[in-house]
């Protein structure tokens, strides 16, 4: 067997890289080999990994490929977190697909690493192509008959892994908060884990990779994280303003706060228990009602703009324990039919005179502007209101409140010039 691969001269491969090659043809038998041909070894300079080309049947392929490709499986539990994105069999791309496979279609650079770590009678772990695979799987008929072209790659580190995989995504327009999310587990487990903790995510579950009514984002619980600690940092003094988390690139706050979060204080967990409260009672008052049962209005919780701000509400009100407990207490102050956002009066809220016809009510576009109009709801439900809970008159209170504040700001600022 090792004369059916050749390692070019100069090319120095760690013995481990050419140990799984050489497995890979003895277990596989691609089609170049069957007819006497040899592979070589190639090495991806931007990667530092090392892989070949080659062709194997539909079938076999599809008996081995593992469309879970994991960055990590847990010590205690048999629980893979996916490194790639899931599959939407809807898409008329993906529709194309099958139509083609059905066809005998032959498809190529379908992207793998032949790894038996986890998951061993599936050894083909796809990070490029899993759409492809999923097509030809279901064309029985052609898949002993047509080979398919594969870059097997070898031994790789978890940076490769990540890399290797988001390059290949990228190249089908993967969504922005897929990236964060494999990004986020080339950082670690722990946001993933605070999230399950608190119960924003169930467990062994993961975050979704693109937005959802139930699971957030990376984005989401990144954006948590950093306008809690934003809110702790903040004097009461100062002209409070919430932040989103950049997504699909480096989010600078949270690369900054993330290295020096204690993920098992006591005050973080307790606002992510809070949160996931506010959002599943949220949801559920919606959904259960026959009324203003709006899909955007069940998931309100989860945008951003609200999370940003009533996160940053959560760490301010850490050294006031009454507003801190009124923050809290919107989803068991409220009643059913009732939400404890109160989404329709937060969609009719509006500053008469100032706002345009077209503003769609607080918490649906995200600006600094619109972030300091949501926060104000909170501050005011948790500190002014004489009954928890969040109304029109408020929400427009609060608009008012804000505007107020942010003139002052202004003016400060320009005399601060002369």
């Known amino acids: 067997m090792q004369d059916l691969l050749i390692i070019p001269k100069g090319l120095k491969p760690r013995s481990s890289v050419i140990k799984k090659a050489k497995a890979f043809l003895v ?10 041909l040899k592979l070589l070894l190639f090495f991806d300079q931007r990667s530092k990994a090392h892989y070949f080309t080659c062709h194997i049947t539909g079938e076999t392929l599809v008996s081995a490929a593992d469309l879970e490709a994991s960055l990590e499986v847990s010590d205690d539990e048999d629980i893979i977190y996916k490194l790639n994105r899931d599959i939407t069999e809807d898409q008329a791309a993906y529709r194309q697909m099958e ?68 390059i290949n995504n990228t190249s089908i327009a993967v969504p922005n908060d897929l990236l964060d999310r494999m990004r986020e587990q080339l950082l670690g487990s722990e946001l993933r884990n605070w999230c399950q903790m608190g119960g924003l995510l169930g467990k062994g579950e993961d975050f979704s990779d693109r937005k959802s009514p139930e699971a957030p984002t990376v984005r989401v619980a990144r954006t948590l994280i950093v306008n809690f600690y934003k809110g702790t940092e903040a004097k009461d003094e100062d002209f409070h303003q919430p932040v989103v988390c950049k997504s699909g690139g480096i989010d600078e706050d949270y690369t900054r706060m993330r290295v020096n979060i204690n993920w098992n204080d006591d005050k973080l967990l307790e606002m992510g228990r809070q949160f996931a409260k506010l959002h599943n009672t949220q949801r559920e008052r919606i959904n ?126 320009a005399l601060g010039r002369i």
């Open 288 to 413: 259960n009602r026959d009324y203003d049962n709006y899909a955007e209005f069940a998931r309100k919780a989860l945008s951003l703009v609200v999370v940003a701000s009533w996160s940053y509400a959560s760490g301010l009100f850490q050294r006031k324990p009454v507003a801190l407990k009124n923050h809290y207490a919107l989803p068991i102050t409220t009643s059913p039919p009732e939400d404890p956002l109160n989404a329709k009066a937060l969609s009719l809220a509006r500053l008469k005179g100032s706002d345009p016809d077209t503003y769609r009510g607080l918490g649906t576009r995200i600006n600094p502007r619109e972030l300091g109009r949501m926060l104000e709801v909170f501050l005011v439900q948790a500190n002014v209101a004489t009954k928890r809970k969040i109304t029109k008159d408020l929400a427009n209170a609060a608009i008012q409140s804000y505007e107020a504040k942010r003139a002052t700001n202004e003016a400060g600022k």
């Open 27 to 36: 277990d596989f038998k691609p089609l170049e080999t069957i007819n006497g």
């Open 99 to 166: 139509e083609d496979a059905s066809k005998g279609r032959s498809f190529e650079d379908l992207v793998i690493e032949y790894d038996k770590s986890y998951n061993a009678t599936k050894p083909l772990k796809v990070y490029g192509g899993q759409h492809r695979i999923r097509a030809i799987s279901k064309n029985v008929v052609s898949m002993s008959l047509v080979n398919h072209g594969v870059r097997v790659y070898f031994d790789l580190t978890k940076e490769q892994k990540v890399e290797i995989a988001t």
